[in-house]
């Protein structure tokens, strides 16, 4: 059964740092293009950060120099690496799959940013 789980959502004080990982199951994990999604509350979801099936990325404005996303094809996951992290990167995030007319999602982990 094809499956993305989300962990290392959680609590970060603003300035500090988070990594989130994305397992996925039961797909050809390499062939696959991913992407971090977030959605605040009240807010519609938007694409945070995208890696192709051959290493390029591509970041929203909002989180270009702070995030990193990375893939490692041994392991079936993808990271989101989250640096001097603030009020407003608080989110419900979401990990994305895509390959051809495939496209799976993720479950969510959330990550309040606060004080």
């Known amino acids: 059964q094809e499956q993305l789980v989300e962990s290392g959502g959680g609590l970060v004080q603003p300035g500090g740092s988070l990594r989130l990982s994305c397992a996925a199951s039961?797909?050809?994990?390499?062939?696959?293009?991913l992407r971090w999604y977030r959605q605040a509350p009240g807010k519609q979801r938007e694409l945070v950060a995208a890696i192709s099936r051959g290493g390029s990325t591509n970041y929203v404005d909002s989180v270009k120099g702070r995030f990193t996303i990375s893939r490692d094809n041994a392991r079936n996951t993808v990271y989101l690496q989250m640096n001097r992290v603030k009020p407003e990167d608080t989110a419900v995030y979401y990990c994305?799959?895509?390959?051809?007319?495939?496209?799976?999602w993720g479950q969510g982990t959330q990550v309040p940013v606060s004080s």
């Open positions: 994305h799959a895509d390959f051809m007319r495939q496209v799976y």
């Open positions: 039961g797909i050809t994990f390499i062939s696959y293009n």
